[in-house]
């Protein structure tokens, strides 16, 4: 079996790598004084600015295979995750966190026209955050099929 990355994943690899060098690392402090000092339900100044960046850069939505993302399969992103994953809030900064990821696949894959426009796009351009919940009322199981929600 080939375990060698593909030439795409490694460029990106080394440019992701290059990003969190220069931009994400130097700030990691002064991200955690924002956070302290700040509204704790809002993104602080510093990572607003990092995402801007990342975008411009062609370094946004890396994790979306198709048409809405950079097309890689998982196992090239894969690579890519493992360095954005060396700082907590790292994938946000690309686009890339959770549970924005899953429900951006969901809705690309699955979507109407109109949850798209509704929910997708605006997650595409880092203008919303998503939220994932899973209930499980009267039962105590990891057994999806016995989830239930009102």
């Known amino acids: 079996m080939d375990f060698e ?3 795409r ?42 995402k801007k960046l990342a975008r411009a850069q062609g370094l946004w ?11 890689l399969s998982n196992v ?6 493992e360095i954005m994953g060396r700082v907590l809030w790292g994938s946000e900064v690309f686009n890339c966190s959770a549970p924005d990821t899953g429900n951006m696949e969901v809705l690309a894959k ?4 109109a949850q798209k426009k509704r929910w997708l796009e605006p997650l595409l351009e880092g203008e919303i955050r998503s939220s994932f919940s899973m209930t499980e009322p009267e039962v105590a199981s990891s057994d ?7």
């Open 5 to 7: 990355h593909s030439p």
């Open 61 to 71: 939505n890396l994790f979306l295979p198709g048409d809405h993302g950079a097309g």
């Open 144 to 150: 999806a099929t016995n989830i239930r929600c009102e």
């Open 9 to 50: 994943s490694v460029e990106l690899q080394k440019r992701v790598q290059q990003f969190m060098d220069q931009h994400v690392y130097p700030v990691e402090k002064l991200y955690d004084e924002q956070i302290a000092s700040g509204n704790r339900y809002r993104n602080p100044q510093v990572l607003e600015d990092l």
């Open 76 to 81: 090239e992103y894969a690579p890519l995750s």
């Open 110 to 113: 699955y979507g109407t026209d």
